[in-house]
């Protein structure tokens, strides 16, 4: 067969498997379809050609529009191909670790997320009356496909291979800069699924490769850069684009201190000071819970690091030193101290505070480090805090 014949057959096929598939659990796709792998890697081939064929030698804009008229739905399911498309890619996307390796060599998710890039770029849907009577109104057929899209993506990012693929094709660096770029209003959904999606490969994804990609492409100081020089951004935006970036620092501080010393290098911990300071000046309602938030994910970086930190030894005339006192040992993993810098961003903020709310939620914050472990109060006590508040 040609391939213009090969593609008209599958097609004819999609709203067979869809039929069968759609409503049965993901173990039956193995079960009873031998040919599940082949069909796979020729429904994941269509998909990658159908997209790359409407993206070649157009602007950003021009692309995205002709990649989302293909994929969203029509009349009907049925007769709408590249929402049928990516109906079933949804659907093998929850069949298992082999199913999604065979999607992952085909460039699948390295294609998905070249597609939520352009998709920042994609013009406003006006809302038009009286369209088809079964016809759905063009914003929710926009909403629906940007649910599916991000479920397919969030499911292939449960594996390590798209995460891995991702890094090969130098992809995951726009994942990196799509959750911290500003976009505009209309299209914010699309740069939450971007970071639920790079929440999704921290969980799952962080091989060494990756790490080291992420490392290497100097990820991390490019959120820093995009979320310290936009004046497009709103302090609350900001937060919500950290809360992001924390996840990587912790899972990945399981595993390596990497990223936490590219936090540091790129100046992250002065970034979140001034952030800190900033958001206590917003005049915006919900700035108060945004504060709320950030001191939230400063005091739990607190607590990321590979190495587990001691307590100072003694010093004379510490008012601890009682007869048969022992200095009590780190708690472990999540509860103890293991990032100073952290902690002096919450005590120079304190200093620093002009208002009683950002001081009261930092003492909160800090009565929580020294209770969640009682070695804590020793790890940090060459930072004098309790005498500089004290004083303050």
């Known amino acids: 067969m040609t391939q213009k014949e090969q593609e008209e057959k599958l097609y004819m096929m999609l709203p067979v498997f869809n039929r069968v598939f759609g409503n049965a659990p993901p173990s039956t796709m193995t079960e009873k379809f031998s040919d599940l792998l082949q069909f ?15 993206a070649s030698n157009k602007s950003t804009e021009a692309a995205s529009r002709a990649i989302v008229q293909f994929l969203e739905i029509n ?20 069949s298992g670790q082999k199913t999604v390796d065979c999607m992952t060599t085909m460039s699948v998710p390295s294609t998905l997320i070249k597609c939520l890039y352009l998709f920042f770029d994609l013009p406003h849907v006006p809302e ?37 693929e991702l890094a090969q094709k130098d992809d995951l660096q726009l994942l990196f ?28 994804g962080l091989s060494l490769n990756v790490v080291k ?12 850069q995009n979320m310290q020089q936009s004046n497009d951004l709103s302090p609350l935006e900001i937060v919500e684009m950290f809360a992001g970036l924390s996840c990587f620092l912790k899972d990945s501080s399981d595993v390596s201190q990497t990223l936490l010393d590219d936090f540091r290098t790129c100046q992250g911990y002065v970034f979140l ?49 009682l007869p048969g006192f022992t200095v009590p040992q780190p708690a ?61």
Request: aromatic share 8%; hydrophobic share 40%; net charge neutral.
């Open 128 to 164: 038009v009356p009286g369209g088809a009577e079964n016809e759905l109104p063009l914003t929710e057929r926009r909403a629906l496909l940007q649910k599916v899209f991000v479920q397919i993506l969030v499911k292939l990012c449960n594996y390590v291979s798209p995460a891995e």
């Open 332 to 392: 472990g993993k999540g509860l103890s101290v293991r990032n100073i810098q952290a902690f002096s961003v919450l005590q120079n903020a304190f200093l620093k505070a002009k208002t009683c709310y950002l001081a009261q939620i930092i003492l909160d914050a800090i009565t929580n480090i020294y209770m969640s472990d009682n070695a804590n109060y020793f790890i940090l006590e060459p930072q004098h805090t309790l005498s500089q508040f004290a004083e303050k």
């Open 273 to 321: 000071s001034d952030l800190l300071l900033r958001l206590e000046q917003a005049k915006e309602n919900e700035s108060k819970d945004a504060l709320k938030d950030l001191v939230n994910l400063i005091t739990s970086l607190t607590t990321y690091g590979v190495n587990e930190l001691k307590p100072a030894g003694l010093t004379t005339g510490a008012p601890f030193l």
């Open 213 to 224: 990609y992420i490392h290497e492409k100097e990820c991390l100081a490019t959120c820093v």
């Open 75 to 94: 009349q009907s399911e049925e007769t709408s191909r590249g929402w049928m498309l990516l109906t079933v890619i949804n659907l093998l996307a929850s």
């Open 177 to 204: 800069s799509a959750i911290t770029s500003w976009c505009p209003p209309y299209n914010l959904p699309w740069r939450k699924s971007a970071g639920e999606v790079l929440m999704t490969i921290s969980r799952h």
């Open 40 to 54: 796979t890697t020729q429904v994941s081939r269509l998909m990658v050609t159908e997209i790359r064929r409407r």
